[in-house]
């Protein structure tokens, strides 16, 4: 069984930028990775993917041109680096992991096996 912690959120201003990272408890060889976010009273969200070898990705709209995802496969990790933070990028947010042949145009959970516990992103001033 695959566990997944995420670590790395916490309170940033607007603009800001925050580093999420995943480590995974076994090797993530086989294995696309996503970030998910569940802001309050909403349905969790894709946000960004990435598929194996790393030479893939997928973003949300609302994230394109101020996240991106990366993979380091030899220290199990997946990162999302986050920049130019809004306030409605506030939520709690998932790694999680699927066996993924590429990412889906729409990240959504069912795409997805295997998820941490998540860390809370707030952006507020």
């Known amino acids: 069984q695959l566990q997944l912690v995420e670590s790395g959120g916490g309170l940033v201003q607007p603009g800001g930028s925050l580093r999420l990272s995943c480590a995974a408890s076994?090797?993530?060889?086989?294995?696309?990775v996503g970030w998910l976010r569940q802001a309050l009273g909403k349905e969790r969200e894709g946000v960004a993917c990435?598929?194996?070898?790393?030479?893939?990705?997928n973003y949300a709209d609302s994230v394109k041109g101020r996240f991106t995802i990366s993979r380091n496969n030899a220290k199990n990790t997946v990162q999302l680096q986050m920049n130019h933070l809004l306030p409605e990028d506030t939520a709690v947010y998932y790694c999680?992991?699927?066996?993924?042949?590429?990412?889906?145009?729409?990240?959504?959970?069912?795409?997805?096996?295997?998820w941490g516990q998540g860390t809370q992103v707030t952006v507020s001033s």
């Open positions: 999680a992991a699927g066996y993924l042949g590429g990412c889906p145009r729409r990240i959504a959970m069912q795409h997805f096996d295997y």
């Open positions: 990435i598929i194996s070898s790393g030479g893939s990705t």
């Open positions: 076994g090797s993530l060889l086989d294995y696309g």
